[in-house]
Protein backbone atom coordinates (compact mmCIF):
# COMPACT_ATOMS: atom_id res chain seq x y z
CA UNK A 1 0.00 0.00 0.00
CA UNK A 2 1.07 3.54 -0.84
CA UNK A 3 2.12 5.74 2.07
CA UNK A 4 1.08 9.39 1.67
CA UNK A 5 2.27 11.30 -0.83
CA UNK A 6 5.36 12.99 -0.17
CA UNK A 7 5.22 17.17 -0.04
CA UNK A 8 6.94 18.34 -2.96
CA UNK A 9 10.45 19.69 -3.32
CA UNK A 10 9.34 22.83 -5.66
CA UNK A 11 6.76 25.09 -5.43
CA UNK A 12 6.06 24.59 -9.66
CA UNK A 13 8.02 22.23 -11.53
CA UNK A 14 11.12 23.40 -12.35
CA UNK A 15 10.35 23.55 -16.33
CA UNK A 16 7.75 26.12 -15.31
CA UNK A 17 10.02 28.58 -14.60
CA UNK A 18 10.16 31.62 -16.91
CA UNK A 19 13.51 33.39 -18.02
CA UNK A 20 13.55 37.48 -17.38
CA UNK A 21 13.28 38.04 -21.41
CA UNK A 22 9.98 36.06 -21.40
CA UNK A 23 8.44 37.94 -18.47
CA UNK A 24 9.28 41.20 -20.40
CA UNK A 25 7.46 40.18 -23.21
CA UNK A 26 4.37 39.79 -20.86
CA UNK A 27 1.87 42.51 -21.22
CA UNK A 28 -0.57 42.15 -18.41
CA UNK A 29 -3.50 43.67 -17.61
CA UNK A 30 -5.77 43.51 -14.15
CA UNK A 31 -8.51 41.50 -16.45
CA UNK A 32 -5.55 38.78 -16.92
CA UNK A 33 -3.78 39.36 -13.82
CA UNK A 34 -6.62 39.04 -11.51
CA UNK A 35 -7.79 35.38 -12.37
CA UNK A 36 -3.82 34.53 -12.39
CA UNK A 37 -3.70 35.93 -8.63
CA UNK A 38 -7.18 35.13 -7.71
CA UNK A 39 -5.98 33.17 -4.40
CA UNK A 40 -2.81 33.10 -2.28
CA UNK A 41 -2.22 29.82 -3.72
CA UNK A 42 -2.36 30.76 -7.22
CA UNK A 43 0.03 34.17 -6.60
CA UNK A 44 2.51 31.63 -4.86
CA UNK A 45 2.82 29.77 -8.13
CA UNK A 46 2.47 33.01 -10.09
CA UNK A 47 5.50 34.25 -8.35
CA UNK A 48 7.44 31.26 -8.17
CA UNK A 49 7.00 30.55 -12.36
CA UNK A 50 8.75 34.32 -12.68
CA UNK A 51 11.49 33.72 -10.38
CA UNK A 52 9.76 36.06 -7.44
CA UNK A 53 9.57 33.03 -4.92
CA UNK A 54 12.65 30.73 -4.52
CA UNK A 55 11.36 27.48 -5.77
CA UNK A 56 13.42 25.57 -3.77
CA UNK A 57 14.73 25.40 -0.29
CA UNK A 58 17.99 24.04 1.33
CA UNK A 59 17.83 23.19 4.85
CA UNK A 60 20.82 25.51 6.49
CA UNK A 61 20.99 23.17 9.11
CA UNK A 62 21.37 19.26 7.21
CA UNK A 63 22.06 20.47 3.35
CA UNK A 64 18.61 18.47 2.67
CA UNK A 65 16.08 19.66 0.51
CA UNK A 66 13.23 21.00 1.76
CA UNK A 67 9.69 19.93 1.43
CA UNK A 68 6.80 22.29 0.74
CA UNK A 69 3.39 21.28 3.04
CA UNK A 70 0.30 23.17 4.24
CA UNK A 71 0.91 25.33 7.78
CA UNK A 72 -2.16 27.30 8.65
CA UNK A 73 -0.55 28.97 10.78
CA UNK A 74 0.69 31.62 7.95
CA UNK A 75 -1.89 33.65 5.80
CA UNK A 76 0.44 32.15 2.99
CA UNK A 77 -1.12 28.70 4.03
CA UNK A 78 2.11 27.10 3.10
CA UNK A 79 5.44 26.57 4.27
CA UNK A 80 9.00 24.99 3.50
CA UNK A 81 9.75 22.04 6.02
CA UNK A 82 13.26 19.94 6.28
CA UNK A 83 12.21 16.58 5.83
CA UNK A 84 15.13 15.70 8.23
CA UNK A 85 14.98 15.63 12.01
CA UNK A 86 16.37 19.10 12.25
CA UNK A 87 12.52 20.08 12.08
CA UNK A 88 13.57 23.48 10.29
CA UNK A 89 11.24 25.94 8.61
CA UNK A 90 10.90 28.39 6.28
CA UNK A 91 8.01 30.79 5.10
CA UNK A 92 7.54 30.91 1.53
CA UNK A 93 8.69 34.07 1.73
CA UNK A 94 11.86 33.53 2.50
CA UNK A 95 14.90 35.35 0.50
CA UNK A 96 12.60 37.20 -1.70
CA UNK A 97 11.22 40.29 -2.02
CA UNK A 98 8.12 40.02 -0.01
CA UNK A 99 10.06 38.38 3.01
CA UNK A 100 9.31 41.21 5.45
CA UNK A 101 5.64 42.11 3.78
CA UNK A 102 2.42 41.31 6.13
CA UNK A 103 0.13 41.73 3.33
CA UNK A 104 -1.55 38.67 1.50
CA UNK A 105 0.88 37.77 -2.11
CA UNK A 106 -2.35 38.68 -4.43
CA UNK A 107 -1.97 42.29 -2.69
CA UNK A 108 1.56 42.89 -2.56
CA UNK A 109 1.30 41.66 -6.89
CA UNK A 110 -1.02 44.25 -6.94
CA UNK A 111 0.43 46.98 -5.31
CA UNK A 112 3.35 46.32 -7.91
CA UNK A 113 0.49 47.04 -10.46
CA UNK A 114 -0.98 49.50 -8.89
CA UNK A 115 2.22 51.21 -9.02
CA UNK A 116 3.03 50.90 -12.65
CA UNK A 117 -0.12 52.54 -12.81
CA UNK A 118 0.57 55.50 -11.42
CA UNK A 119 -1.70 55.70 -8.97
CA UNK A 120 -2.15 58.33 -6.27
CA UNK A 121 -1.60 56.21 -2.73
CA UNK A 122 -4.74 57.03 -1.02
CA UNK A 123 -5.92 55.31 -3.71
CA UNK A 124 -4.57 52.38 -3.97
CA UNK A 125 -5.00 51.65 -0.16
CA UNK A 126 -8.61 52.00 -0.82
CA UNK A 127 -8.45 49.78 -3.62
CA UNK A 128 -6.36 46.65 -1.77
CA UNK A 129 -8.10 47.76 1.18
CA UNK A 130 -4.76 48.25 3.39
CA UNK A 131 -3.49 51.42 5.47
CA UNK A 132 -1.88 54.53 3.46
CA UNK A 133 0.95 53.58 5.76
CA UNK A 134 1.61 50.10 3.78
CA UNK A 135 1.12 51.80 0.60
CA UNK A 136 3.91 54.51 1.68
CA UNK A 137 6.20 51.85 2.70
CA UNK A 138 5.76 50.04 -0.11
CA UNK A 139 5.91 52.52 -2.66
CA UNK A 140 9.36 53.48 -0.92
CA UNK A 141 10.29 50.21 -1.31
CA UNK A 142 9.59 50.00 -4.90
CA UNK A 143 11.44 53.50 -5.27
CA UNK A 144 14.58 51.54 -4.11
CA UNK A 145 14.06 48.99 -6.43
CA UNK A 146 14.72 51.85 -8.89
CA UNK A 147 17.27 53.53 -7.46
CA UNK A 148 19.31 50.40 -7.21
CA UNK A 149 18.28 49.45 -11.04
CA UNK A 150 19.69 52.82 -12.18
CA UNK A 151 22.94 52.03 -10.17
CA UNK A 152 23.10 48.69 -11.08
CA UNK A 153 23.09 49.05 -15.27
CA UNK A 154 24.30 53.17 -15.84
CA UNK A 155 23.74 54.56 -19.00
CA UNK A 156 26.16 57.12 -20.08
CA UNK A 157 23.90 59.93 -22.52
CA UNK A 158 25.99 59.90 -25.91
CA UNK A 159 25.56 61.97 -29.27
CA UNK A 160 23.79 64.55 -26.87
CA UNK A 161 22.34 67.36 -28.16
CA UNK A 162 21.31 69.55 -24.81
CA UNK A 163 21.47 70.51 -21.87
CA UNK A 164 20.31 72.67 -19.06
CA UNK A 165 20.76 73.36 -15.63
CA UNK A 166 17.58 74.07 -13.85
CA UNK A 167 16.35 74.38 -10.28
CA UNK A 168 19.54 73.34 -8.33
CA UNK A 169 19.54 70.15 -10.30
CA UNK A 170 21.59 69.17 -13.67
CA UNK A 171 19.55 67.83 -16.01
CA UNK A 172 21.09 66.50 -19.77
CA UNK A 173 18.74 64.97 -21.90
CA UNK A 174 20.43 63.27 -24.42
CA UNK A 175 19.53 62.21 -27.72
CA UNK A 176 15.87 61.96 -28.70
CA UNK A 177 15.27 59.32 -30.25
CA UNK A 178 16.39 56.97 -27.27
CA UNK A 179 15.40 59.55 -24.87
CA UNK A 180 18.24 58.82 -22.69
CA UNK A 181 18.38 61.44 -19.99
CA UNK A 182 19.93 62.07 -16.48
CA UNK A 183 18.69 64.06 -13.36
CA UNK A 184 21.35 64.55 -10.79
CA UNK A 185 20.81 66.59 -7.66
CA UNK A 186 23.74 69.01 -7.07
CA UNK A 187 24.84 71.45 -4.30
CA UNK A 188 25.77 74.35 -6.08
CA UNK A 189 26.78 74.85 -9.98
CA UNK A 190 30.25 75.27 -9.81
CA UNK A 191 32.52 74.01 -12.20
CA UNK A 192 34.37 71.66 -9.66
CA UNK A 193 30.83 70.04 -9.01
CA UNK A 194 29.71 69.99 -12.47
CA UNK A 195 32.63 68.45 -14.13
CA UNK A 196 32.48 65.36 -12.70
CA UNK A 197 29.01 64.84 -13.58
CA UNK A 198 30.01 65.61 -16.94
CA UNK A 199 32.19 62.93 -16.87
CA UNK A 200 30.22 60.37 -15.71
CA UNK A 201 27.30 60.53 -17.44
CA UNK A 202 28.05 62.23 -21.00
CA UNK A 203 29.65 60.35 -23.23
CA UNK A 204 33.00 61.25 -24.66
CA UNK A 205 32.84 62.96 -28.09
CA UNK A 206 29.28 64.43 -27.33
CA UNK A 207 27.46 67.24 -28.66
CA UNK A 208 27.10 69.90 -25.93
CA UNK A 209 24.89 73.32 -26.66
CA UNK A 210 25.40 75.03 -23.35
CA UNK A 211 22.34 76.76 -22.24
CA UNK A 212 23.03 79.98 -19.99
CA UNK A 213 25.40 78.52 -18.24
CA UNK A 214 29.40 80.14 -17.66
CA UNK A 215 31.24 77.12 -16.32
CA UNK A 216 30.67 75.76 -19.59
CA UNK A 217 32.49 78.21 -21.03
CA UNK A 218 35.50 76.20 -20.17
CA UNK A 219 33.90 73.01 -21.67
CA UNK A 220 37.01 72.62 -24.02
CA UNK A 221 39.59 71.74 -20.77
CA UNK A 222 36.95 69.26 -18.71
CA UNK A 223 38.16 65.88 -18.91
CA UNK A 224 41.35 66.81 -20.65
CA UNK A 225 39.14 68.26 -23.76
CA UNK A 226 37.83 65.09 -24.26
CA UNK A 227 34.06 66.95 -25.61
CA UNK A 228 36.18 69.69 -27.40
CA UNK A 229 35.87 68.49 -31.04
CA UNK A 230 32.50 67.63 -31.22
CA UNK A 231 31.71 70.65 -29.88
CA UNK A 232 33.11 72.72 -32.42
CA UNK A 233 31.33 70.91 -35.37
CA UNK A 234 28.14 71.07 -33.42
CA UNK A 235 28.44 75.07 -33.52
CA UNK A 236 29.21 74.80 -37.51
CA UNK A 237 25.96 72.76 -37.82
CA UNK A 238 23.25 74.01 -35.34
CA UNK A 239 23.36 77.62 -35.74
CA UNK A 240 20.06 77.67 -36.72
CA UNK A 241 17.71 79.96 -33.89
CA UNK A 242 14.90 77.35 -35.22
CA UNK A 243 16.57 74.78 -34.13
CA UNK A 244 17.93 75.84 -31.42
CA UNK A 245 14.76 76.33 -29.89
CA UNK A 246 13.37 72.77 -30.29
CA UNK A 247 16.25 71.26 -28.88
CA UNK A 248 15.79 73.85 -25.84
CA UNK A 249 11.96 73.28 -25.66
CA UNK A 250 13.05 69.41 -25.38
CA UNK A 251 15.24 69.49 -22.08
CA UNK A 252 12.58 71.92 -20.44
CA UNK A 253 9.41 69.85 -21.05
CA UNK A 254 11.62 67.36 -19.12
CA UNK A 255 12.41 68.95 -16.40
CA UNK A 256 8.94 70.51 -16.07
CA UNK A 257 7.59 66.96 -16.29
CA UNK A 258 10.08 65.59 -13.54
CA UNK A 259 9.21 68.88 -11.17
CA UNK A 260 5.30 68.36 -12.08
CA UNK A 261 5.32 64.67 -10.47
CA UNK A 262 7.94 65.48 -7.90
CA UNK A 263 5.72 68.29 -6.60
CA UNK A 264 2.88 66.19 -6.65
CA UNK A 265 4.42 63.10 -4.96
CA UNK A 266 6.95 64.44 -2.45
CA UNK A 267 5.54 67.51 -1.50
CA UNK A 268 7.77 69.11 1.39
CA UNK A 269 9.43 66.03 2.05
CA UNK A 270 13.45 66.70 1.26
CA UNK A 271 14.84 63.25 2.43
CA UNK A 272 13.00 61.50 -0.01
CA UNK A 273 13.77 63.65 -3.17
CA UNK A 274 16.18 61.68 -4.51
CA UNK A 275 14.47 58.53 -4.44
CA UNK A 276 11.66 60.04 -6.11
CA UNK A 277 14.18 61.29 -8.67
CA UNK A 278 15.05 58.02 -9.18
CA UNK A 279 11.57 56.88 -10.16
CA UNK A 280 10.94 59.41 -12.51
CA UNK A 281 14.72 58.66 -14.46
CA UNK A 282 13.17 55.05 -13.84
CA UNK A 283 9.88 55.52 -15.81
CA UNK A 284 11.81 58.05 -18.35
CA UNK A 285 14.57 55.32 -19.43
CA UNK A 286 11.82 52.84 -19.88
CA UNK A 287 8.91 55.02 -21.02
CA UNK A 288 9.10 53.43 -24.85
CA UNK A 289 7.12 50.24 -23.25
CA UNK A 290 5.31 52.02 -20.37
CA UNK A 291 2.76 49.07 -20.64
CA UNK A 292 5.53 46.88 -19.75
CA UNK A 293 6.78 48.81 -16.40
CA UNK A 294 4.99 46.24 -14.58
CA UNK A 295 6.88 43.43 -16.18
CA UNK A 296 10.07 45.38 -16.05
CA UNK A 297 9.61 45.96 -12.18
CA UNK A 298 9.44 42.51 -11.22
CA UNK A 299 12.37 41.39 -13.72
CA UNK A 300 14.14 44.39 -11.53
CA UNK A 301 12.80 42.98 -8.61
CA UNK A 302 13.96 39.54 -9.39
CA UNK A 303 18.07 40.51 -10.50
CA UNK A 304 18.04 42.23 -6.97
CA UNK A 305 16.83 39.31 -4.69
ZN1 LIG B 1 17.52 19.81 7.85
Redesign the pocket.
Known sequence: MAGRPRNPEHLVPVAQVIQPQQMLQEEWRLQTLLPAIQDTEEAIRWLARRGLLKNEQL?H??G?RMTVGTFNGHTDGKRWR?P?R?N?TKTIRDGSWFEKSKISLPNNILLLYCWHMDLPQVQVARELEVSTRTVVDWMNFIREVCEEDLRLHPQQVGGLDEQTVAGGTLGVRGDRESGRCFMVEVPDRTRATLEPIVLQYVLPGSHIIPDGWRAYGNLAQVGGGIYLHDVIVHDQHFVDPNNRNIHTNNIENTWMRAKRKLRRQFGTSEDLFPSYLAEFLWRNRYRNDQHYYFSRLLTCIREQY
Open positions: CVCNCGCV
